[in-house]
């Protein structure tokens, strides 16, 4: 089963060899994304069908039915300090927690980061742009951690789901 926190570890291997080559950082700067969207999914999953239930078909259709533009897109949406009236009335509050808008701003960011790094062959990175990125992925992930465990679970339902008001 793949492991959120390895991928983390791999990208800070990545980030701070020696001499990090340029695909090397990008590299490493796409795998932080990785384990933060992983370590999502794996909540989400074990939220909705059970860590007991890891080797099944539920299991795997949760994991899998989430999609990188809806998670970011909401996750733009609900870091601010007073939500719009269509979250307010999915999300059944009018703002999220502190530790909620810290993981939906580093994910929103940290999926903007990736997209350059896979995909624009102009941009430059440095070494602490790689470390930045997985120092971020690391601390959105222990923000996740402390989500209370009902607003998690209703972010995690409003970014697999595509609600409606």
Avoid: W
């Avoid at 795997?60 to 999609?67: Q, S």
């Avoid at 269509?86 to 999926?111: C, I, K, M, N, Y």
């Amino acid at each position: 089963m793949l492991d959120p926190l390895e991928l983390l570890a791999a990208a800070r291997a990545l980030a701070s060899g020696p001499a990090p080559r340029d695909a090397e950082l990008r590299r490493a700067i796409s795998t932080a994304y990785y384990a933060l969207f992983h370590t999502t999914l794996k909540l989400a999953a074990e939220r909705f069908v059970g860590a007991a239930q890891s080797g099944t078909a539920a299991y795997a259709l949760v994991y899998r039915g989430f999609a990188h533009g809806r998670m970011k897109e909401i996750c733009r949406a609900i870091d601010r300090p007073v939500l719009s009236q269509r979250h307010q009335a999915l999300l059944q509050r009018t703002g999220v927690s502190p530790a909620a808008r810290e993981f939906a701003s580093a994910f929103a960011s940290l999926q903007e980061l990736r997209h350059s790094a896979d995909y624009d062959p102009q941009v430059v990175f440095r070494s602490s742009d790689a470390v930045d990125a997985c120092d971020a992925a690391d601390l959105a992930i222990q923000a996740l951690a402390t989500i209370n465990a009902a607003e998690l679970a209703d972010i995690l339902a409003l970014l697999l789901v595509d609600a409606r008001t």
